[in-house]
């Protein structure tokens, strides 16, 4: 059986995401949250442990499976809508900022 969680408009690129997830792809529910624990990007790896956190609750919410026996099967980390700013510049023209944002969805499995 499958459990899924989902965050969306995360205020972070998704590249930043995209390379935490990618260390946790495939791994347990304890080993991935221990390695986020101890990762240098600090907000990124909150975001996802966050989201795993919360697959596991809707898992644990169904009550017939072990949380000790879930892996990671999918992180998904897509663009989401892109905050637009503008600086001003030289002889009143402007330069445009743009804010990314992100999509993660988590699905976990029994092995």
Request: glycine residues 8%; contains cysteine; positive net charge.
């Amino acid at each position: 059986m499958e459990f899924t969680a989902k965050v969306k408009t995360v205020r972070i690129t998704p590249r930043k995401v995209g390379l935490i997830a990618d260390e946790v792809r495939g791994k347990g529910i304890n080993a991935a949250l221990a390695y986020l624990r101890f990762s240098p990007r600090k907000k990124t790896s909150e975001i996802i442990a966050g989201v795993i956190k919360s697959a596991a609750a809707n898992a644990d919410q169904k009550g017939t499976v072990d949380l000790d026996n879930l892996y990671i099967k999918t992180v998904l980390v897509g663009p989401g809508p892109i905050l637009k700013r503008f600086r001003a510049r030289a002889k009143g023209s402007a330069f445009r900022i743009n804010k990314r944002t992100c999509n993660v969805a988590v699905t976990l499995a029994e092995k």
